[in-house]
């Protein structure tokens, strides 16, 4: 039942923020994009432009707009947002606040047989997100330029699934541009296939292989605010926390890995209450005080 509550507090709470950040219903009913101010605001997740009902703009395509623009290489306020989101949150962003990770844990939860990955390839297949976030997010915007020195947002234009997605509301409410659609859109769509179906087969395989924006989260999972903990004392080895993980975390060699989204299955499925969230001066502070316990001991 625990595990049960934990998952259904969850997925209200994906549910509350999709909601929140595709806000605009006049956008879906008249078909066209969102053009109020909260639209210069970088939400933490993928939530594209591109999607009537957005409020605001996706982070990774804002940071794609400067760096392939020709006045602009940097933007302090992108970066900022970013680093102000993973500083703070980690990827607990990616476990409760990403539109397309509700829509993939969704799309897991249809009962037919899974796929499990080899440990080895995996591992490997793990680090090509941060070759994504290299290749296609910073570094082509910057080296290919046209006559104007104009760069292309190349993985938004060229890969993100989730900027599709958002996309098929505004094609299907203007016939206009339903006459345009050609290649890239098609080729969009069958990328977008590709991860629905996988979805539904593996946990989160845009999450654990594709996502530029969780390999940036990745990055700050040891150093952000909001930390898992476990006490070594409480824990018995029974390994019941890997077992229910969905990113395949070793949970007891190194529970904030750069791929923990923070769901809290681990925690929930601890049956000696081993595992802690929380905001890591709590953790320090209570490190402080055995430490303190430990001198007026000696």
């Not at 102000?84 to 607990?92: A, H």
């Not at 037919?112 to 090509?128: P, Q, S």
């Not at 082509?140 to 330029?145: A, D, G, H």
């Not at 098929?168 to 203007?174: D, E, M, R, S, V």
Request: hydrophobic share 45%; proline share 4%.
């Amino acid at each position: 039942m625990k595990k049960v509550s934990q998952e259904g507090k969850r997925t209200f709470i994906q549910l509350l923020f999709a909601a929140f950040f595709n806000g605009y219903a006049a956008g879906f009913i008249k078909g066209h994009i969102f053009q109020g101010k909260t639209k210069i605001l970088c939400v933490p997740v993928l939530n594209c432009y591109s999607c009537p009902g957005a409020l605001g703009s996706c982070p990774i395509g804002s940071l794609q707009a400067v760096i392939s623009s020709r006045k602009h290489r940097f933007s302090f306020y992108v970066l900022g947002m970013i680093m102000l989101f993973g500083l703070l949150l980690g990827r607990l962003v990616c476990g409760f606040l990403c539109p397309f990770g509700l829509l993939q844990d969704l799309l897991h939860k249809i009962p037919i047989k899974k796929i499990k990955i080899n440990e080895k390839v995996d591992k490997v297949l793990r680090y090509f997100k941060y070759v994504v976030l290299a290749i296609l997010v910073i570094l082509l915007p910057i080296l290919i330029r046209d006559d104007f020195n104009m760069g292309d947002t190349w993985f938004c234009k060229y890969v993100c699934p989730a900027g599709t997605m958002a996309g098929i509301p505004l094609i299907l409410a203007n016939p206009a541009l339903q006459s345009v659609i050609g290649f890239l859109f098609s080729w969009k769509m069958c990328l977008l296939l590709i991860v629905l179906i996988s979805s539904t087969l593996i946990h989160r395989p845009f999450c654990k292989y594709l996502c530029p924006l969780g390999a940036i989260y990745g990055l700050f999972s040891r150093f952000s605010l909001y930390q898992m903990d476990l006490d070594k004392e409480k824990c018995v080895g029974c390994h019941k926390c890997e077992q229910v993980c969905p990113m395949q975390v070793k949970c007891t060699q190194n529970i904030n890995s750069a791929e923990c989204i923070r769901c809290g299955r681990c925690k929930a499925a601890c049956p000696e209450n081993a595992i802690d969230s929380t905001f890591g001066f709590k953790i320090k502070r209570e490190s402080e005080k055995n430490h303190g316990k430990d001198i007026k001991g000696s």
